[in-house]
């Protein structure tokens, strides 16, 4: 009776098991432009307060997609991370996603997603023509590039190899009306910028 007495006792005070939900995370550190294959990513359970937006219906809801971003080991994974509409979450409404081909790839390498950005077009010869620049978008961020941690990858299908080269950028509408094939116009650069202070 007194061990009966002493469970219904332990059983009152033990709280109930807290709720639940599933999340997906990284199994170890992926690289960014690495595409997801099975076993990248693993099931968790955690508190539902603590599902971020855009979590993945499943393990292998991201199968075959890119990742815009590296991931460290645990850390849980989102759209935000994966090329695709994904990658404009927390810009303004209206923002859109615009892929520029830049006239120096090379330089493409000192970019990351985050960066800010004027890109600026040059037309004209600088022979016969003399050539002008003109600022087509202000600090816009980069959201993915062709060049990720040293590693060619792709906005394009994989079997497209003309992705070299490629940026892409958050840009509102009047910048994305400008941006929308200049590189037909001329060449393409980019000016690094300073984030305005907050």
């Known amino acids: 009776m ?17 709720d639940t939900a599933t999340a997906f995370a990284a199994v170890a550190d992926l690289p960014a432009g690495k595409t997801l294959e099975p076993g990248d990513v693993r099931m968790m ?11 993945p219906g499943g393990e292998n809801a991201f199968e075959g997609k890119q990742l815009a971003a590296p991931l460290r ?8 991370q ?14 859109a996603a615009v892929p520029l081909r830049m006239a120096d790839p090379a330089s493409i390498r000192l970019l990351s997603p985050g960066q800010l950005v004027n890109v600026v077009l040059t037309a004209g010869s600088g022979f ?3 050539a002008e620049g003109q600022i087509l978008a202000e600090a816009v961020p980069v959201l993915w590039t ?17 992705a070299d080269g490629l940026i892409v950028v958050a840009a509102a509408a009047d ?4 941006l ?11 000016v690094l910028v300073a984030a305005a202070p907050g």
């Open 175 to 178: 910048q994305a009306r400008r």
């Open 180 to 190: 929308a094939g200049a590189s037909t116009q001329g060449k393409l650069f980019f």
């Open 128 to 130: 016969e023509q003399a």
């Open 45 to 55: 359970s955690i508190p539902p307060g603590l599902v971020p937006a855009g979590s």
């Open 82 to 95: 994966i090329l695709g509409p994904g990658l404009l979450a927390g810009s303004p409404p209206g923002s």
């Open 146 to 162: 062709s060049v990720q941690g040293g590693k060619t990858g792709q906005w394009l299908p994989a079997a497209d190899a003309d």
């Open 73 to 80: 080991q645990g850390q849980l994974l989102t759209d935000a």
């Open 2 to 18: 007194l061990c009966i007495a002493a469970g219904l006792t332990v059983q009152q005070l033990t709280p109930a098991p807290a």
